[in-house]
């Protein structure tokens, strides 16, 4: 084998080396914008204004145990209204980036596990009721995706 066949050898060698390393690199940087992306859903989700929100709809919830009675407070308080709305909204961009893998699935199923399936449970007839009085069948569709997945992985 001559040196330059020996020269030329190496540099292939460590042409797919390097193209492993940046494949590998892509990969990893990727998974490390999931995390955080992950990470500020969970920021979002434990934000003074979030909290408060789901105390109103923790209230709101426990007011009452007939759906009827629950959905007219609802169409009659236009606070509660925004707050069930915006805490349902924050699910539902979380289901779309679940979804479309922009979020690290393990790191959304590890601190939402519960969260997510109980509170598809809780307002479930609220959604239902939406979808038929504003005609939007997929209204909240990724929020019900993701608590159905979520549910399987316990």
Same mark, same amino acid.
């Given at each position: 084998?001559?040196?330059?066949?020996?020269?030329? *050898?190496?540099?292939?060698?460590?042409?797919?080396?390097?193209?492993?390393?940046?494949?590998?690199?892509?990969?990893?940087?990727?998974?490390?914008?999931?995390?955080?992306?992950?990470?500020?859903?969970?920021?979002?989700?434990?934000?003074?204004?979030?909290?408060?929100?789901?105390?109103?709809?923790?209230?709101?919830?426990?007011?009452?145990?007939?759906?009827?009675?629950?959905?007219?407070?609802?169409?009659?308080?236009?606070?509660?209204?925004?707050?069930?709305?915006?805490?349902?909204?924050?699910?539902?961009?979380?289901?779309?980036?679940? *979804?479309?893998?922009?979020?690290?699935?393990?790191?959304?199923?590890?601190?939402?596990?519960? *969260?997510?399936?109980?509170?598809?449970?809780?307002?479930?007839?609220?959604?239902?009721?939406?979808?038929?009085?504003?005609?939007?069948?997929?209204?909240?569709?990724?929020?019900?995706?993701?608590?159905?997945?979520?549910?399987?992985?316990?």
């Amino acid at each position: 084998m001559s040196f330059d066949s020996i020269i030329s *050898l190496i540099s292939a060698f460590s042409a797919v080396v390097q193209a492993v390393f940046i494949v590998v690199s892509i990969i990893y940087i990727n998974r490390q914008f999931g995390i955080t992306r992950a990470c500020s859903y969970i920021e979002r989700f434990n934000s003074h204004e979030n909290i408060c929100r789901r105390s109103m709809v923790d209230r709101w919830l426990k007011s009452s145990d007939d759906p009827a009675t629950l959905i007219k407070t609802f169409e009659e308080d236009a606070a509660l209204q925004a707050d069930v709305l915006g805490f349902i909204n924050l699910f539902q961009e979380l289901g779309v980036a679940y *979804l479309r893998h922009s979020v690290h699935k393990q790191t959304v199923t590890e601190t939402f596990d519960f *969260l997510v399936p109980h509170y598809w449970n809780q307002v479930k007839f609220l959604i239902e009721h939406l979808r038929v009085k504003r005609q939007a069948p997929t209204m909240y569709h990724k929020f019900e995706f993701m608590a159905e997945q979520l549910a399987r992985s316990v």
